[in-house]
């Protein structure tokens, strides 16, 4: 299953791909306003409606979505991406018992001497688990312990709200999550 994040790389990838792709840009409208030009000269569509309002309307709709504004999108959208997924965990601490604990708003992790180890993606510090990685084993507790923070990593962009707005744009593409929906 593809991750929120790679959901999000991959569509910004495909945007930017098409944007270059497409006829160069900046685009303008001709005089009637029912053509988009490129900065080449070169008409990049007529634009055609039920009305003269409505077919200027689109034509300059189109002009101004040209593909410089969506690879400024894409770079802007790609930072956000990168912000918003960037998990910063804090230290492990010792528990009662040899357990070790990391806990964070929204994320809880524990270490047991037996070298297990399980991760819970939460809502709030006291919220109930929206994500649990069960128990696993693992040979020492530094693994238990990286097995955790990789898990966490990887699972709690899926819960950040500005990721899932920014998803819900590509909301008809088949490899969208329903559960990313943030409505």
Known sequence: MTTLTEFLESRLREDE???LQASPSPWHLN??????????????CR?????SNQQRNTARFIAEHDPARVLREVTAKR????????VTLPEWKPDCGGDWVLSGTG???NYWPDNTVSASITDGFDGPALADSGI???????????????WIRQHLPERCPILRDLASAYSNHRDYQPEWSTT
């Open 79 to 86: 930072a956000i991406v990168e912000r918003e997924s960037k």
């Open 136 to 150: 696993v084993p693992k040979e020492s507790r530094a693994a238990c312990q990286l097995f955790a923070e990789e």
């Open 107 to 109: 994320f809880f992790a």
């Open 31 to 44: 005089a009637e306003h029912d053509e988009v030009i490129a900065v080449d000269d070169i008409e990049v």
């Open 47 to 51: 634009a055609f409606a039920l009305s």
């Open 17 to 19: 791909e098409r944007a």
